[in-house]
């Protein structure tokens, strides 16, 4: 889940004291960094530390950027902070100093000097770990079976209709639709957790879907409404279709 709060307007919250940021898996390469950056310091930890900082991903490897810096690492045309961007190894940890040294050139790590500060981007790193439940340490096979046990993909639950209207008031949940009284509201729901709506009220094999995000106000006559449900790595539910008929 993301941890994001409000920067901006009445409800924007108190400025965070560190942001933190993670790396995993880029297409067919698996990595693990997290980091962790405060005003002045970005703690870096590579859990892959003999893996390259350009892990190898074909897709970014095509890019004109990417072929023309591979050219010059083959022709031994970089500089050495160049050379260390393509290199095959990785410190562990890394630690900078972001004001005085904004393109993170300098590791600090093994400087005594900021010995301190390590131990506190370190703290922080392993608080946040344990607060969120970071699973970047359980191997896939296992998240996989977490996601699709006994490797059945599981199906998303049909999503059903909630109404407020003066005939109902949400204490039911309709697959069909019916007739009720202008006004009226028709909400979506999914029993299945993480799950995302689509509806619409196009007719045919291909409707216009929409990504629901409220209830809808209905207004007279009669609305046959489509919907349906899909969470990440589940398939998509069954479609249901609903007739409203508002007097």
Known sequence: HMQGQPFLGSQASTPRQYVFAARDRVD??????????NKDFLYIRNFYPNEPYTIWVPYANRM????????????????????????????????????ADP????????????AEILEEMRAQHEKWTIETGD?????ESELIERMWPGGIQPLTDKPYFIINAEEERGAKNYQEGGSFSFPMTVAFYCPTHGASIVYSTDDGANPQWKLYSGPLHLPKGTHTIRI?????????SDEVVGVFNIK
């Open 64 to 99: 004109p950027i990417m072929q023309e810096v591979m050219r010059l690492d083959a022709e031994n045309r970089l500089n050495a902070h160049q050379k260390k961007w393509m290199s095959y190894q990785r410190p562990p940890e890394e630690l900078y100093d972001v004001k």
């Open 103 to 114: 393109f993170q050139l300098n590791n600090l790590t093994e400087n005594p000097e900021y």
């Open 228 to 236: 349906k449900a899909v969470r990440y790595g589940y398939k998509g």
């Open 28 to 37: 067919e390469s698996y990595d693990m960094v997290r980091s962790v950056r």
């Open 135 to 139: 699973l970047g340490h359980m191997n």
